[in-house]
Structures are given as C-alpha cells and as structure tokens.
Antibody, heavy 118, light 107 residues
Framework: EVQLVESGGVVVQPGGSLRLSCAAS????????MHWVRQAPGKGLEWVSL????????YYADSVKGRFTISRDNSKNSLYLQMNSLRTEDTALYYC???????????WGQGTLVTVSS | EIVMTQSPATLSVSPGERATLSCRAS??????LAWYQQKPGQAPRLLIY???TRATGIPARFSGSGSGTEFTLTISSLQSEDFAVYYC?????????FGGGTKVEIK
C-alpha cells in the first residue's frame, strides 16, 4: 500500500525558514517523480514544485521560485521542501504527491500545515 | 503560462441527477488532463487521467471527455458520497496549474 506521510509544519514568523519532509513507503521511491502541492485555508489547490526520480530536474511555481528548494534522499525514501523567506501568503496545508508514469498525481499524503504569522 | 478555468464555481444538484463540470485551458494541453475529487478534511483523490481514463477503483458513473482546451467531467447519477470539490489539472506543460475547482453541493 502506498503511503505518503508529511511532517514539519509549524507556526513560523514572516521571513523565517522551515523544512518539510515526506516519508514514502509501499512503492519503489527512486522510480518516481515527486511533487509538493499546497492549499491555503478555504482555497483551491496550488501546485508548488516537483523533482525528478534522481533529483536531476526540479521545477517551481513562480510564487515560490527562489525561496523554496525541493530535494529528495532516495536512500531514505524521503522528499523535502526547504522553505525560506516565508510570507503570510505561504500559509497552507502542504501535500506531498507521487507522480504516476503518465505524469498525473496518483497518490497524495494527508498534508502538513504551515502557518506564517507574527 | 497555461491558465486552467473551471466552471461553474458551484453546482447545485439533487441526488440521482447528472452533473456536468467544465474545465478550459488557455492553450492546448492535448489529452494531458486529470480530474481530482476532494472531500472536506481529506486529501485530493485522482478520478480521471488522460482526459477520459478512470483511475483504479473509480465508479463508472464518472466519465471524462475532451481534448485540446475544452474538457468535461460528468457524473451520471450523483450519489451522496459524490458531493465534493472537483479540480482539473493539466500536465502537458510547465508549470502544472490546477483549475480553481467546482464545488458540487446538494440541491
């Protein structure tokens, strides 16, 4: 059974930093591209970033480019999101998601909540 | 950058009725479009990929159609468990935006 478990969400002040983690199990982690998607309270889904199976390719939404860094450790079956220069508008539930071979997202975690507030 | 637009924002439907949701891309995404369902307090769930292929375990009452810039998700006979928010997402180009969502509520 595929499982994705996010962690690391906390309350942080504007301008602060945070690293989110996603622990993956139930599939061969290093075969798949992984994504982060976020959802602000009461709002829709916003795609944030992706990383290829080997970490060689990364992409970001314009809203986080230059502030967030996605990475992975295939030896630990883990995905990460380093978030710097946080803004109040980064407040959201952050989901980790697995990409299928056909590029859509076929499994999602339950999310970890990041609150940026003074 | 591609913009995905969903309509309507809210759809009020009676149980047993048909629901038709629309998703429009600002430029062609071929058939590289997925639909997701999200219920309150839950993570999104994949319903449809490739514009028209149901994901594993998705009931046949859900169907997707379209290509290029115009897509439709149809729920043939709404069940109580289908009242939720539905999102489309294109995966033809970078970045990978979602539509704003359509909330299907009980009429």
């Amino acid at each position: 059974e595929v499982q994705l478990v996010e962690s690391g969400g906390v309350v942080v002040q504007p301008g602060g930093s945070l690293r989110l983690s996603c622990a993956a199990s139930g599939f061969t982690f290093d075969d798949y591209t992984m994504h982060w998607v976020r959802q602000a309270p009461g709002k829709g889904l916003e795609w944030v970033s992706l990383i290829s199976w080997d970490g060689g390719s990364t992409y970001y939404a314009d809203s986080v480019k230059g502030r967030f860094t996605i990475s992975r450790d295939n030896s630990k079956n883990s995905l990460y999101l380093q978030m710097n220069s946080l803004r109040t508008e980064d407040t959201a539930l952050y989901y980790c998601a697995k990409e299928a071979s056909g590029y859509y997202l076929n499994y999602w975690g339950q999310g970890t909540l990041v609150t940026v507030s003074s | 950058e591609i913009v995905m637009t969903q309509s309507p924002a809210t759809l009020s439907v009676s149980p047993g009725e048909r629901a038709t949701l629309s998703c429009r891309a600002s430029q062609s995404v071929s058939s590289n479009l997925a639909w997701y369902q999200q219920k309150p307090g839950q993570a999104p769930r994949l319903l449809i990929y490739g514009a028209s292929t149901r994901a594993t375990g998705i009931p046949a009452r859900f169907s997707g159609s379209g290509s290029g810039t115009e897509f439709t998700l149809t729920i043939s006979s709404l069940q109580s468990e289908d009242f939720a928010v539905y999102y489309c997402q294109q995966y033809n180009n970078w970045p990978r935006p979602f539509g704003g969502g359509t909330k299907v509520e009980i009429k």
